[in-house]
């Protein structure tokens, strides 16, 4: 079940996804408005399958060479065909986690792909962060499994919380011991506290068994165009990856978009204090309403209520959409995740939320 879906019930306010409470600047709506033209050929001309410009752009953001930037359509795509590309057949996922690289592995067992998959279970009593002790057990696991590849979504999708990046680098050289594969999903770094010190995006040169993934969707609000993209020192793995995806999966719109937001100077500052402050305002109004609020870094948080386990269905009928969380590994009934909105939705939220608990 992922976030979303406002096309089953009358929607009027979707707080089960979290991407840019900004949403989509003025710069890349007049960059798609402009490749959209009646007179523009974009739309008749197949797209470039390499994103020169693209990959030109993103290169000169992060200091990193063009081949060592693989663009495909969101993220999504990219978590399979990276999976078939390093012919994975065991993984190892930290639990709460993202809950599409669990259907990625089932996807590739539906083909007849032998892939065994186990979750090492983050402590809710730490508020499922990584701590010393917890990297020390998650260090012996690695080292008894031997895994193909582990994933590790940072800051961690649904609770937010932030993984230092010592910690990160500890990690890493303990794959490398065990030629493990070390997936490091980014994709609400740039809208998170601390995504200046904590990402490992400048650290990959040094790494050739980490790869990053990030996505414009949640960062520069357009997950209906899907723009993502994998990093990796280690050019074969992007080489490998590239054959796993259709020639053209990434739209000529959505490169002009991506070219665009990259030009979009202020604007994740902007974002990053519109979400500091809104998250604050959030937390606050769950816990003055009783919920058991965690502690998040990011532009989503995650909540709890023992008794409230039919908030989503309850809320919908006020035309909201929360994500329950049901569904995540190490999770479980009670527990919802909310995008974080402009101050009016958010306080309609709160209204909402109080009206029918």
Same mark, same amino acid.
């Given at each position: 079940? @992922? ?14 996804? /979290? ?63 990276? $999976? ?11 639990? %709460? ?15 007849? *792909? ?13 508020? $499922? ?10 260090? #012996?696991?690695?080292?008894?499994? +031997? ?18 990046? @010592? ?12 030629? =493990? +594969?070390?997936?490091? &999903? ?6 998170? &506290? ?7 995006? %400048? ?12 996505? $414009?969707? #949640? =960062?520069?609000?357009? %997950? ?11 050019? /074969? ?50 816990? #003055? ?30 035309? *909201?959409? *929360? ?14 995740? *909310?995008?974080?909105?402009? @101050? ?14």
């Amino acid at each position: 079940m @992922h976030g979303g879906d406002i096309y089953s019930n009358k929607i009027k306010l979707d707080f089960s996804v /979290s991407i840019n409470p900004l949403g989509a600047s003025g710069n890349v709506r007049r960059a798609v408005a402009e490749a959209l033209k009646a007179d523009s050929s974009i739309i008749e001309q197949y797209p470039d399958q390499k994103c020169r410009k693209l990959a030109a752009s993103l290169s000169d953001k992060l200091k990193l060479p063009e081949s060592q930037i693989l663009f495909g359509n969101g993220a999504s795509e990219l978590i399979p065909a990276l $999976f078939r590309a390093l012919k994975v057949r065991r993984g190892l996922l930290l639990a %709460p986690c993202f809950s599409g690289y669990e259907r990625a592995f089932k996807s590739l067992r539906e083909c007849g *792909i032998s892939i065994e998959y186990s979750f090492f279970t983050l402590s809710r009593r730490s508020k $499922f962060q990584l701590d010393e002790k917890q990297l020390e057990e998650l260090a #012996k696991c690695v080292e008894a499994q +031997k895994p193909g590849i582990l994933v590790v979504t940072n800051p961690n999708n649904p609770d937010g919380s932030m993984k230092p990046l @010592h910690l990160m680098e500890r990690l890493a050289a303990c794959c490398r011991g065990t030629g =493990t +594969k070390l997936l490091i &999903d980014e994709c609400f770094m740039a809208l998170s &506290d601390g995504y200046d010190t904590c990402s490992f995006v %400048p650290r990959l040169a040094d790494y050739s068994e980490v790869m990053v993934l990030d996505a $414009f969707t #949640k =960062t520069y609000a357009l %997950p209906g165009l899907r723009l993502g993209y994998l990093l990796c020192s280690d050019e /074969s793995v992007i080489e490998k990856t590239r054959l796993q995806l259709a020639e053209w999966s990434v739209s000529s719109v959505a490169q002009a978009a991506g070219v665009a937001a990259l030009q979009d100077g202020g604007y994740l500052e902007r974002s990053r204090k519109l979400i500091q402050e809104e998250r604050l305002f959030l937390c606050a109004g769950l816990e #003055k309403l009783g919920f058991e609020v965690f502690s998040s870094s990011s532009c989503f948080v995650l909540f709890y209520s023992q008794k409230e386990n039919q908030l989503r269905e309850k809320l919908i009928n006020c035309g *909201i959409l *929360i994500r329950d969380c049901s569904d995540f590994p190490g999770l479980g009934s009670g527990f919802y995740r *909310i995008g974080i909105k402009s @101050h009016a939705a958010n306080q309609l939220l709160l209204e909402s939320i109080a009206a029918v608990v």
